[in-house]
């Protein structure tokens, strides 16, 4: 009841101070983005009010959002997971449950919304990212898959509506705090040379290719330094993540893949370093915790307070560096080949998206996930898609060859 009398209260003082408010949606709250976001905006209610929270079909998580936070909105992209949140919320609950991704798109793109936090995982995050980045939010890009599939798309759709695109990968927000402000979006003409982008390794660094046939779902899922939802988890143990990544940094900081190098760091300390032409080397570093890039996001040009621990470099004692090995993890080889091709990344995303949901579902080996991979690649014709719809097309051609490939690997094989 207090709690309730204090949000109503911060309400009211809200609405006196609505230009200086930030208005905050937050894509995939039930996610580890998402609930990492809200625990940053709970430090600051000052600063940001929680407009509308979203997910899938986690209604019993979105229940416990929903009551600690009381947004003003609460969507389940699934109808029936809606209905049934609706029906479980008590009826003095001020937050209104809406269903349906049109529901999520109208509150990415709602005109008293600020601030839009783009952590719904995979392709299905496109759209409502999409609408955020066209009427011109600032826009926290953690869905690196709707950027990276979309690409061009995506970038001009960002340009034409004004949005301030702030990335919230680790890496790319390392970048982005050690390239000029001035010259953002144009690094090479700030004597940038390269462009080191980290990598962990993932839980299987220093595996050969013939010791990760066997892995499970549990082991690829448990990452030595990041908790993280499943889907990217996946990606980091195969490298496949630090292809999206490369593809991430190309288009925001207007690069080539050649100007960017990958550097094994097993200790996730530097988040990404870059190298200017005479001879300095800006790195980010801090301990692995992914508040500190959402807090950045949310406050840039300023900072504030994450709830992050100090990083203590003497316990640390020691950072280490390799090369990546590309022929125990050929995913990162594939990716820098489709960053060549028109569509190939798109192409490239919705091949690892369906293997890797094969995969946490038993019916395909981790080293199967490049072969579904590498044929997609090879079969589905490579074109730019000139618009959303070219790039759903594109996806979706792209979806069903890899299905295929799936379930003879599976007929082949028996899967796992
Ligand atoms: P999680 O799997 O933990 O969360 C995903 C969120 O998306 C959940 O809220 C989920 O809802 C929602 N969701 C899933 N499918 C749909 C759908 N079809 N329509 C609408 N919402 C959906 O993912 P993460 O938080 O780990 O990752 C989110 C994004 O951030 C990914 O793109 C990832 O690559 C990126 N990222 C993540 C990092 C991390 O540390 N986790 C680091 C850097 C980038 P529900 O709970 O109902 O399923």
Redesign the pocket.
Known sequence: MACALRRLFLRWVYSLRATEVKQVVV????????LSTLDVLNRHTDRFNLHTI?????VE??LELVLAYEPQQAI??CPD?AEELASRLPVESPTRVLGG?QA?IDAASASDVDVVMA????F??LRPTLAAAEHGKRLLL????ALVSAGGVFMEAARAGGATLLP???EHNAMFQCIPANSRGRPYTAGVEKILLTASGGPFRGRSRSELAGVTPEQACAHPN???????SV?SATLL?KGLELAEACWLFDCTPDDIDVVVHPQSIIHSLVRYDDGSVLAQLGNPD?RTPIAYGLSWPERIDAGVSPLDLISLAQLDFEAPDLDAFPCLRLAQEAITQPGGMCVLNAANEIAVAAFLEGQLTFTGIDKVIAHTLEKVPSVEPENLEGVEALDGRARVCAQERVEQLERDTGGV
């Open positions: 894509l995939g709250a039930t996610g580890s983005i998402g979203t997910a899938n079909r986690s998580k979105m389940m992209a997971a991704e999520l952590a719904i995982v995979g299905a995050g953690a869905n690196k898959e919230i990968d680790s990041w908790s993280m939802g499943r889907k990217i990606d993540n992914m």
